[in-house]
Nanobody, 125 residues
């Protein structure tokens, strides 16, 4: 069992930046695939980015390529999501998720087993 704690959300103006953090309570992320998802009001939860903790490889949703960066802090055992050039359409609750590591891309919410509680990101225009 993995318990995830995500944090770092807040209110930011268009073009601003935020950094989200995801920590695994009581253990490390090895060997897991860790992803970030987001859900806006009235919309389905959607994939944002993922990282394979063991090898550090990453992939992203097209909508965030070039603006968001997912990374790992091995010494702290956390996964970060750096979000730059934020847009109003990035407004959502952001969730950290994890599952057993795999070489295959996993971008659907039902492919992940563990979830954080979510952190609100609001981008104001």
């Amino acid at each position: 069992q993995v318990q995830l704690v995500d944090s770092g959300g807040g209110l930011v103006q268009v073009g601003g930046s935020l950094r989200l953090s995801c920590a695994a309570s009581g253990r490390t992320f090895s060997p897991y695939l860790v992803g970030w998802f987001r859900q806006a009001p009235g919309k389905e939860r959607e994939f944002v980015a993922a990282i394979r903790w063991s090898v550090g490889s990453t992939y992203y949703a097209d909508s965030v390529v070039g603006r968001f960066t997912i990374s790992r802090e091995s010494t702290k055992g956390t996964v970060l999501l750096q979000m730059n050039s934020l847009k109003p359409e990035d407004t959502a609750v952001y969730y950290c998720a994890a599952r057993t590591d795999t070489v295959f891309r996993r971008t659907r919410p039902n492919e992940y087993d563990y979830w954080g509680q979510g952190t609100q990101v609001t981008v104001s225009s």
